[in-house]
Nanobody, 122 residues
């Protein structure tokens, strides 16, 4: 079991920026593809961004392309999600996820974090 702990959520004005972090103490972090998902009230959880464990291949949902950036620091066992130009529709609980491959983690992750709330004020 890989334990993932998100942080960095909070209240931000529309148009502002926020950086989420997801850390683990699991030594296999470097072997895992990582992703971020989000779930807004009354909506299903949706894929946001993913990054592979090798070559830093990245994938993004169309709704966040050009505004969000996923990155990872294997030395710190941490994956980040930098969110710029935030909109009201970005407000959600953001979840970190891990899986064996980037294809797996975007569709059926093996491990989930507990989530961190992102609130956008107009």
């Amino acid at each position: 079991q890989v334990r993932l702990v998100e942080s960095g959520g909070g209240l931000v004005q529309a148009g502002g920026s926020l950086r989420l972090s997801c850390a683990t103490s699991d030594p296999t972090f470097g072997d895992l593809a990582m992703a971020w998902f989000r779930q807004a009230p009354g909506k299903e959880r949706e894929f946001v961004a993913a990054i592979s464990q090798f070559f830093n291949i990245r994938k993004y949902a169309d709704s966040v392309k050009g505004r969000f950036t996923i990155s990872r620091d294997n030395a710190r066992n941490t994956v980040y999600l930098k969110m710029d130009s935030l909109k009201s529709e970005d407000m959600a609980v953001y979840y970190c996820a891990a899986g064996a491959t980037i294809a797996d983690v975007t569709t059926r992750p093996d491990f989930w974090g507990q989530g961190t709330q992102v609130t956008i004020s107009s």
